[in-house]
């Protein structure tokens, strides 16, 4: 158990919803990154926070995706106007090495 | 074109069997990490290697980062049920912000071990 949580853990959705996920590091980890995994992939990184502070952001992360970390501690993720290809593993990462469980995305 | 390239991308073996699989890219790393993820969860890390030559042991795994710091071998010796999972190298990825520590992915290879 790495103490990153994630949620939901699943998520089926329709082309065009909005979708919100939510990532809980543990207090210590000040860094927290974003990095989306499709079937046969390795993950790819989205975006990286110190703190509260969004310091880089992936030429993957188009703008239906932002990504907020408004006191430091937790992280969401909000995808708008959802497409097909949105579908994939969403995975938070503390502290650069401790990923969570991930919340996977389906889009009908 | 993948920055790592890990091969072979399946492996199926029979328990008790070793079993080498690759990382191998054409630039320098400062360091590797090699992951396990089992489906439907996050990677899990289980080493960094940092040195050129360095070998590394965890139980029957053993890690090698070559002496040019562009490859990485992970070695399973007498593979076990539970060692089945996608194994991923992952390094820091060339000209990403300063102190971003953001990482570049393999495509990782997928381990059967079966009973």
């Known amino acids: 158990d790495t103490g990153v949580s994630q949620n939901p853990r ?12 939510r990532c809980d590091p543990i207090s210590e980890h000040n860094r927290l990154y974003w990095y989306r995994q499709t079937l046969g992939q390795g993950p790819e990184f989205l975006t990286y926070f110190q703190n509260e502070a969004q310091l880089e952001k992936s030429r993957l992360l188009s ?3 932002s990504a907020e970390r408004p006191k430091g501690s937790f992280s969401t993720l909000e995808i708008q106007r959802t497409e097909q290809g949105d579908s994939a593993m969403y ?10 469980p991930g919340t996977r995305l389906t889009v009908l | 074109t993948q920055l790592l390239e890990q091969s072979p991308q399946f492996l199926s073996i029979q328990e008790g069997e070793n079993l080498t699989v690759y990382c191998n890219s054409s630039s320098v790393f400062s360091s590797l990490q090699w992951y396990r993820q089992e489906p439907g969860e996050g990677p899990v890390l289980l080493v960094t290697v940092v ?3 360095e070998v590394k042991k965890l139980k029957r795994l053993t890690f090698q980062f070559g002496d040019a710091r562009k490859d990485s071998s992970l070695h399973i010796t007498a593979a076990q ?8 190298c992952a390094g820091p990825t060339p000209y990403s912000g300063a102190g ?15 009973p």
């Open chain 1, 91 to 100: 995975l938070c990462v503390g502290d650069t090495q401790y990923f969570g």
């Open chain 2, 51 to 53: 040195t050129g030559g």
């Open chain 1, 63 to 65: 703008d239906r995706f």
């Open chain 2, 100 to 114: 971003s520590y953001q990482l570049t992915f393999g495509k990782g290879t997928k381990l059967s071990v079966i």
């Open chain 2, 81 to 88: 049920p539970g060692d089945t999972g996608l194994y991923l």
């Open chain 1, 10 to 21: 699943h998520k089926i959705t329709k082309r065009g919803q909005n979708v919100t996920f």
